[in-house]
């Protein structure tokens, strides 16, 4: 959890009492006040939209914070792979993809249970867009995706690299 996002008060008591090695919730996105909503920024998953998904790749892409792990699956799974640096994704998406590689049952809830606070001050989520770029193809080798298939995964997630996710909103208006 970032030190300025915070969980709504019921989000451990819902996510315990789920079965699955990943326990994924929804997100409400907020303006660096705090009080104000970004709801086309917030997050709904729905279970239905998740086993749709074709690949390890979408799914792990999908799931979003709040995240309660099994730790006997995070062990199986050799923890956070650290040899890809400390980028944005590697906890979220990549630390995700692997656990789903080595089977992990996911439990989604479909409620906003995590609260973001989106600002522009420091975090990892505006280093230099070239740099997310490098870290995500080191990603997307790792699991052996085709170079092919690495532009379309590049395209897709590249908007967000070294943006407040406000102004990723107000540049796509």
């Not at 997100?27 to 709801?39: H, I, L, P, Q």
Request: charged share 25%; net charge negative.
């Amino acid at each position: 959890m970032l030190s300025d996002d915070w969980l709504r008060p019921d989000a451990v008591e819902k996510c315990l009492a789920c079965d699955g090695d990943i326990v994924s919730t929804g997100f409400t996105c907020f303006a660096g006040n705090g009080v104000d909503e970004f709801e086309s920024l917030s997050s709904d998953p729905r279970c239905t939209v998740y086993h749709d998904l074709a690949t390890l790749e979408e799914k792990a892409h999908y799931l979003t914070h709040f995240f309660l792990f099994q730790a006997a699956k995070i062990a199986e799974a050799g923890g956070l792979d650290e040899s890809i640096g400390d980028a944005p994704g590697i906890d979220d998406y990549d630390f995700i993809w692997t656990l789903l590689e080595h089977g992990a049952r996911v439990s989604i809830i479909e409620e906003r249970l995590y609260c973001y606070r989106d600002h522009k001050g420091p975090r990892l989520t505006l280093r230099a867009p070239a740099e997310q770029a490098g870290n995500l193809v080191r990603i997307l080798t790792k699991h052996g995706v085709r170079p092919e298939e690495q532009a379309e995964i590049l395209r897709r997630h590249s908007a967000w690299f070294g943006k407040p996710l406000h102004r990723v909103l107000t540049d796509a208006q």
